[in-house]
Protein backbone atom coordinates (compact mmCIF):
# COMPACT_ATOMS: atom_id res chain seq x y z
CA UNK A 1 0.00 0.00 0.00
CA UNK A 2 1.20 3.71 -0.76
CA UNK A 3 -0.41 6.96 0.30
CA UNK A 4 0.55 10.55 -0.79
CA UNK A 5 0.21 12.85 1.71
CA UNK A 6 -1.59 16.21 1.76
CA UNK A 7 1.11 18.95 2.63
CA UNK A 8 -1.15 19.40 6.16
CA UNK A 9 0.18 15.80 7.26
CA UNK A 10 3.68 15.69 6.44
CA UNK A 11 4.35 16.21 9.78
CA UNK A 12 3.39 12.67 10.60
CA UNK A 13 6.78 11.66 8.88
CA UNK A 14 8.92 13.36 10.61
CA UNK A 15 10.15 11.11 13.24
CA UNK A 16 10.78 8.73 10.34
CA UNK A 17 13.24 11.40 8.45
CA UNK A 18 15.46 11.61 12.04
CA UNK A 19 18.84 11.46 10.36
CA UNK A 20 20.68 14.47 10.92
CA UNK A 21 20.84 15.60 7.22
CA UNK A 22 17.28 14.98 6.64
CA UNK A 23 15.65 16.74 9.92
CA UNK A 24 16.21 19.92 7.97
CA UNK A 25 14.78 19.56 4.94
CA UNK A 26 11.70 17.72 6.55
CA UNK A 27 11.01 20.01 8.93
CA UNK A 28 11.41 23.13 6.21
CA UNK A 29 9.01 21.10 4.19
CA UNK A 30 6.51 21.13 6.91
CA UNK A 31 6.27 24.35 7.35
CA UNK A 32 5.93 24.93 3.60
CA UNK A 33 9.38 26.52 3.26
CA UNK A 34 10.21 24.16 0.08
CA UNK A 35 9.15 22.37 -2.68
CA UNK A 36 8.44 18.23 -2.05
CA UNK A 37 5.97 15.36 -1.69
CA UNK A 38 5.96 12.79 0.01
CA UNK A 39 4.53 9.14 -0.19
CA UNK A 40 3.84 6.58 2.72
CA UNK A 41 3.13 3.31 3.61
CA UNK A 42 0.19 4.12 5.85
CA UNK A 43 -1.44 8.13 6.58
CA UNK A 44 -1.50 6.63 10.37
CA UNK A 45 1.23 5.98 11.78
CA UNK A 46 3.75 5.25 8.86
CA UNK A 47 6.94 3.59 9.12
CA UNK A 48 8.22 3.87 5.47
CA UNK A 49 8.24 7.04 3.63
CA UNK A 50 9.47 8.37 0.20
CA UNK A 51 10.33 11.97 -0.11
CA UNK A 52 10.82 14.33 -3.65
CA UNK A 53 11.84 17.75 -3.70
CA UNK A 54 10.72 17.93 -7.36
CA UNK A 55 14.30 18.27 -8.07
CA UNK A 56 17.24 15.83 -8.41
CA UNK A 57 16.90 15.11 -4.06
CA UNK A 58 15.13 11.58 -3.37
CA UNK A 59 14.72 10.69 0.52
CA UNK A 60 14.03 7.34 1.80
CA UNK A 61 13.32 7.19 5.56
CA UNK A 62 12.08 4.66 8.28
CA UNK A 63 11.25 0.80 7.54
CA UNK A 64 13.42 -0.53 4.48
CA UNK A 65 12.75 -4.03 4.41
CA UNK A 66 8.79 -2.96 3.21
CA UNK A 67 8.53 -4.70 0.04
CA UNK A 68 5.07 -3.87 -1.34
CA UNK A 69 6.02 0.22 -0.58
CA UNK A 70 9.61 -0.32 -2.10
CA UNK A 71 7.66 -2.03 -5.15
CA UNK A 72 4.93 1.12 -5.10
CA UNK A 73 7.54 3.72 -4.72
CA UNK A 74 9.50 2.50 -8.10
CA UNK A 75 6.44 2.66 -9.78
CA UNK A 76 5.96 5.83 -8.66
CA UNK A 77 9.42 7.04 -9.41
CA UNK A 78 8.63 5.25 -13.19
CA UNK A 79 4.82 6.60 -13.64
CA UNK A 80 4.32 9.73 -11.62
CA UNK A 81 7.83 11.12 -11.48
CA UNK A 82 9.13 9.81 -14.10
CA UNK A 83 13.05 11.30 -14.81
CA UNK A 84 14.93 11.79 -17.93
CA UNK A 85 16.73 8.34 -18.33
CA UNK A 86 20.04 10.96 -18.36
CA UNK A 87 19.25 12.99 -15.42
CA UNK A 88 21.00 12.65 -12.38
CA UNK A 89 19.60 12.01 -9.23
CA UNK A 90 21.00 12.03 -5.44
CA UNK A 91 19.48 9.46 -2.94
CA UNK A 92 19.34 10.02 0.67
CA UNK A 93 18.45 7.87 3.13
CA UNK A 94 17.79 7.03 7.02
CA UNK A 95 19.44 4.28 8.00
CA UNK A 96 22.01 1.52 6.29
CA UNK A 97 19.42 -0.90 6.03
CA UNK A 98 18.15 0.95 2.85
CA UNK A 99 21.21 0.21 0.74
CA UNK A 100 20.71 -3.26 0.37
CA UNK A 101 16.78 -1.85 -1.29
CA UNK A 102 17.65 1.34 -3.05
CA UNK A 103 19.08 -0.81 -6.36
CA UNK A 104 15.64 -2.55 -6.32
CA UNK A 105 14.01 0.11 -6.04
CA UNK A 106 15.86 2.60 -9.10
CA UNK A 107 16.07 -0.58 -11.44
CA UNK A 108 17.09 1.54 -14.65
CA UNK A 109 20.48 3.47 -12.61
CA UNK A 110 23.90 2.43 -12.02
CA UNK A 111 23.76 3.68 -8.17
CA UNK A 112 27.05 4.60 -6.73
CA UNK A 113 27.67 5.52 -2.99
CA UNK A 114 29.74 8.97 -2.20
CA UNK A 115 30.11 10.19 0.60
CA UNK A 116 29.00 13.88 2.03
CA UNK A 117 29.81 16.29 4.81
CA UNK A 118 27.06 18.34 7.05
CA UNK A 119 28.46 21.28 8.59
CA UNK A 120 26.62 23.83 11.38
CA UNK A 121 27.84 27.21 12.50
CA UNK A 122 28.19 28.38 15.80
CA UNK A 123 31.14 30.90 15.06
CA UNK A 124 32.50 33.50 12.97
CA UNK A 125 35.93 33.11 12.17
CA UNK A 126 36.23 36.23 10.00
CA UNK A 127 34.57 39.02 11.87
CA UNK A 128 36.72 41.70 10.18
CA UNK A 129 35.52 40.12 6.48
CA UNK A 130 34.54 43.96 5.53
CA UNK A 131 38.13 45.05 5.73
CA UNK A 132 38.77 42.12 3.42
CA UNK A 133 36.63 42.80 0.88
CA UNK A 134 38.76 43.32 -2.88
CA UNK A 135 38.42 47.14 -4.61
CA UNK A 136 35.02 47.69 -6.21
CA UNK A 137 33.32 44.62 -4.59
CA UNK A 138 30.30 45.28 -1.83
CA UNK A 139 28.53 42.55 -0.53
CA UNK A 140 24.43 43.52 -0.02
CA UNK A 141 21.58 42.05 1.10
CA UNK A 142 19.24 39.92 -1.62
CA UNK A 143 15.86 41.99 -1.19
CA UNK A 144 13.11 42.91 -3.19
CA UNK A 145 14.83 46.37 -4.02
CA UNK A 146 17.95 44.22 -5.33
CA UNK A 147 15.58 41.94 -7.71
CA UNK A 148 14.30 45.81 -9.67
CA UNK A 149 18.12 46.23 -10.34
CA UNK A 150 17.25 44.44 -13.46
CA UNK A 151 20.71 45.18 -15.48
CA UNK A 152 22.71 43.44 -12.91
CA UNK A 153 24.39 40.24 -14.56
CA UNK A 154 23.81 37.20 -13.08
CA UNK A 155 20.19 38.36 -11.24
CA UNK A 156 18.42 36.08 -13.19
CA UNK A 157 20.32 33.47 -11.64
CA UNK A 158 19.49 34.19 -8.39
CA UNK A 159 16.35 34.39 -8.41
CA UNK A 160 16.20 31.38 -10.38
CA UNK A 161 18.24 29.88 -7.41
CA UNK A 162 15.76 30.93 -4.70
CA UNK A 163 12.44 29.70 -7.24
CA UNK A 164 14.34 26.62 -7.17
CA UNK A 165 14.57 26.40 -3.66
CA UNK A 166 11.21 28.01 -2.64
CA UNK A 167 7.83 27.55 -3.31
CA UNK A 168 7.48 31.53 -4.07
CA UNK A 169 9.91 34.41 -4.07
CA UNK A 170 7.86 36.29 -1.88
CA UNK A 171 8.00 33.43 0.24
CA UNK A 172 11.59 33.74 0.47
CA UNK A 173 11.84 37.71 1.23
CA UNK A 174 9.00 36.91 3.80
CA UNK A 175 11.12 33.78 5.99
CA UNK A 176 14.35 33.41 4.58
CA UNK A 177 17.65 36.24 3.39
CA UNK A 178 20.75 36.03 1.73
CA UNK A 179 23.53 38.12 0.50
CA UNK A 180 25.62 39.02 -2.78
CA UNK A 181 28.44 40.43 -3.82
CA UNK A 182 29.17 42.70 -6.56
CA UNK A 183 31.32 43.57 -8.98
CA UNK A 184 30.81 47.56 -8.99
CA UNK A 185 27.43 48.43 -9.82
CA UNK A 186 26.89 46.38 -12.75
CA UNK A 187 27.43 42.48 -11.78
CA UNK A 188 26.26 40.32 -9.05
CA UNK A 189 29.78 38.10 -8.81
CA UNK A 190 28.84 35.68 -5.70
CA UNK A 191 25.70 34.63 -3.96
CA UNK A 192 24.73 33.23 -0.88
CA UNK A 193 20.72 32.60 -0.10
CA UNK A 194 19.08 30.84 2.68
CA UNK A 195 17.46 27.23 2.65
CA UNK A 196 15.35 24.47 4.02
CA UNK A 197 14.33 27.44 6.78
CA UNK A 198 12.85 26.33 9.69
CA UNK A 199 12.84 27.98 13.37
CA UNK A 200 16.15 28.93 14.15
CA UNK A 201 17.99 26.58 11.58
CA UNK A 202 18.63 27.52 7.60
CA UNK A 203 20.68 25.86 4.97
CA UNK A 204 23.18 27.96 2.91
CA UNK A 205 22.99 27.98 -0.89
CA UNK A 206 26.32 29.75 -2.57
CA UNK A 207 27.90 29.96 -5.98
CA UNK A 208 30.48 31.89 -7.45
CA UNK A 209 30.72 32.95 -11.08
CA UNK A 210 33.26 31.44 -13.13
CA UNK A 211 35.22 34.01 -13.67
CA UNK A 212 35.62 35.40 -9.71
CA UNK A 213 36.52 31.76 -8.49
CA UNK A 214 39.52 31.36 -6.54
CA UNK A 215 39.34 34.94 -5.02
CA UNK A 216 37.95 34.43 -1.58
CA UNK A 217 34.81 35.66 -2.11
CA UNK A 218 33.15 32.81 -1.10
CA UNK A 219 34.04 33.40 1.93
CA UNK A 220 33.47 36.87 2.59
CA UNK A 221 29.56 36.51 1.34
CA UNK A 222 29.56 33.43 3.34
CA UNK A 223 30.75 35.26 6.15
CA UNK A 224 28.10 37.89 5.99
CA UNK A 225 25.48 35.42 5.97
CA UNK A 226 27.04 34.04 8.75
CA UNK A 227 27.12 37.25 10.97
CA UNK A 228 23.47 37.80 10.21
CA UNK A 229 22.20 34.42 11.41
CA UNK A 230 24.35 34.90 14.42
CA UNK A 231 23.46 38.43 15.35
CA UNK A 232 19.54 36.89 15.07
CA UNK A 233 20.00 33.61 16.90
CA UNK A 234 19.75 31.44 13.78
CA UNK A 235 22.30 28.21 13.22
CA UNK A 236 23.27 27.95 9.44
CA UNK A 237 24.25 24.41 7.63
CA UNK A 238 26.44 23.85 4.79
CA UNK A 239 26.25 20.49 3.43
CA UNK A 240 28.11 19.05 0.50
CA UNK A 241 30.28 16.59 -1.21
CA UNK A 242 33.41 15.21 0.99
CA UNK A 243 35.27 15.60 -2.45
CA UNK A 244 34.37 19.18 -2.98
CA UNK A 245 37.54 20.46 -1.33
CA UNK A 246 36.85 24.01 -2.25
CA UNK A 247 33.31 23.83 -0.57
CA UNK A 248 34.73 22.06 2.53
CA UNK A 249 38.11 24.37 2.86
CA UNK A 250 35.50 27.70 2.64
CA UNK A 251 33.08 26.22 5.44
CA UNK A 252 36.01 25.64 7.80
CA UNK A 253 37.43 29.22 6.91
CA UNK A 254 33.95 31.17 7.71
CA UNK A 255 33.70 28.90 11.21
CA UNK A 256 31.63 25.59 10.42
CA UNK A 257 32.05 22.94 12.04
CA UNK A 258 31.42 19.22 10.87
CA UNK A 259 28.28 18.06 12.18
CA UNK A 260 28.67 14.39 10.53
CA UNK A 261 29.70 12.76 7.69
CA UNK A 262 27.43 10.12 5.72
CA UNK A 263 27.08 8.37 2.66
CA UNK A 264 24.12 8.97 0.25
CA UNK A 265 23.83 7.01 -3.63
CA UNK A 266 23.77 8.98 -7.03
CA UNK A 267 22.35 7.70 -9.62
CA UNK A 268 23.11 7.78 -13.77
CA UNK A 269 21.92 5.94 -16.49
CA UNK A 270 22.64 2.09 -16.10
Same mark, same amino acid.
Given at each position: M +? +? /?LEPNAFG??? &?? $? %?APCMEFVINALVVGNCHGRIWVDSPSGPTSAFLWNKGPQYYFAGRADN #? /? $?? %??? #?QVILKQIAPSPDSYMVIYYSSDAWVEQLPGIFT !??? =? !?? &?? #?? =???? %????IPDWRAQLPQNISIVPIDRQLTTRTHLTNLDQVIGEIQFMWPSIDLFFERAYGFCALHGDNEIVCWCTGEYTNGNHIGIGIETAENYQRKGLATLTASAFVEHCISNGIEAHWDCWTRNVPSVLTAEKVGFRKAVDYDVFWGQTG
Amino acid at each position: M +I +I /ELEPNAFGTTA &AL $F %DAPCMEFVINALVVGNCHGRIWVDSPSGPTSAFLWNKGPQYYFAGRADN #R /E $FN %DSV #RQVILKQIAPSPDSYMVIYYSSDAWVEQLPGIFT !QRH =L !QK &AP #RC =LYRS %DTLNIPDWRAQLPQNISIVPIDRQLTTRTHLTNLDQVIGEIQFMWPSIDLFFERAYGFCALHGDNEIVCWCTGEYTNGNHIGIGIETAENYQRKGLATLTASAFVEHCISNGIEAHWDCWTRNVPSVLTAEKVGFRKAVDYDVFWGQTG
